[in-house]
């Protein structure tokens, strides 16, 4: 997605036959647009920016939370960050360089254990789960949020779960970190030809400012961290920089315990 006007300037649009063992087009739909997937770890990012523009939390070395594994209460069940998890505490952007999930919890606890619709209300109002209206023929579907009462589900949606976005509405809101703040439309068409005259499509903007310039560019910082030094390591090159956030989300399918992996940056 080019930032600043939002053109999306290339999209896969592939879908794994499993008869066949071979990847092909998916007729009459688009996979990015159309399809709603429970995100994980690269929606802490949305969760992170919520609580950085509602709190007072703090990103230097004062402000430390747990990692590894913990129990929030009798009913949530035990948090981990993976088997060879080893408890410590760690600032603020540690905890998304490492994509813990204690850490988000911790905050999450913290923050709005008391009242988690505020992190719901908020999450919502600046994460674009609506229908896009994409310039595009493709079945596009509302993102959703799952009722937050329940410990576990609160906790879940804390990184990355209990929720379900299309990978078009995560980008376009990755993109609204870029430009600090303002959230643009993604368009696959910049212009249409009508008897040898071009009649460019503007740029639209969705929403002037679904985040603070100073909260995009504090994420902007921790998503280049996350390459640096934390999950998305193995991409970091010597020729150009890239900030983004790694995800792993856990399903089943036909009794299978499969992962979905991602990047979004």
């Known amino acids: 997605m080019e930032s600043k006007p939002g053109y999306i300037l290339a999209c896969s649009n592939l879908s794994r036959d499993t008869s066949g063992f071979i990847y092909r087009e998916a007729p009459n739909r688009n996979i990015a647009c159309s399809d709603i997937y429970e995100p994980g770890s690269t929606f802490k990012t949305v ?4 609580m950085l523009s509602d709190t007072n939390i703090k ?17 949530s069940g035990e948090i981990n960050d993976g088997s060879h998890a080893v408890v410590d505490t760690v600032s603020i952007p540690t905890v998304l360089a490492l994509s813990s999930n204690v850490g988000m919890c911790e905050l999450g606890w913290k923050y709005y254990n008391s009242n988690r619709n505020a992190l719901k209300e908020r999450v919502m109002s600046m994460f674009p789960y609506d229908i896009l209206h994409l310039d595009l023929k ?3 579907y509302r993102g959703k949020v799952n ?4 410990d576990r589900d609160f906790l879940n949606f ?4 209990s929720c379900y976005v299309s990978a078009m509405q995560l980008i376009t809101y990755y993109n609204a970190i870029v430009c600090d703040g303002r959230m ?8 249409i030809v009508t008897n040898g005259k071009l009649r460019a499509i503007d740029p639209v903007v969705m929403n002037e400012q679904v985040m603070t310039p100073e909260v995009a560019k504090q994420l902007r910082e921790m998503l280049i961290g996350v390459v640096q030094n934390g999950t998305g390591r193995g991409i970091k090159s010597d020729t150009y920089g ?11 399918y036909r009794d299978q315990h499969l992962y979905s992996a991602s990047f979004a940056g």
Not at 47 to 50: F, K, R, T
Not at 147 to 150: A, E, G, S, Y
Not at 242 to 252: N, R
Request: hydrophobic residues 30%; contains cysteine; aromatic residues 14%.
């Open 242 to 252: 890239i900030g983004g956030k790694t995800g792993t989300a856990t399903y089943s």
């Open 138 to 140: 493709t079945g596009e």
């Open 184 to 191: 643009m439309k993604p368009l696959f068409c910049k212009g």
């Open 59 to 75: 990103l230097d070395t004062a402000e430390r939370v747990r990692m590894g594994w913990k129990t929030f209460s009798k009913y």
């Open 47 to 50: 969760i992170l920016s919520a």
């Open 158 to 161: 804390c990184y990355g779960y």
């Open 147 to 150: 009722d937050l009462k329940p």
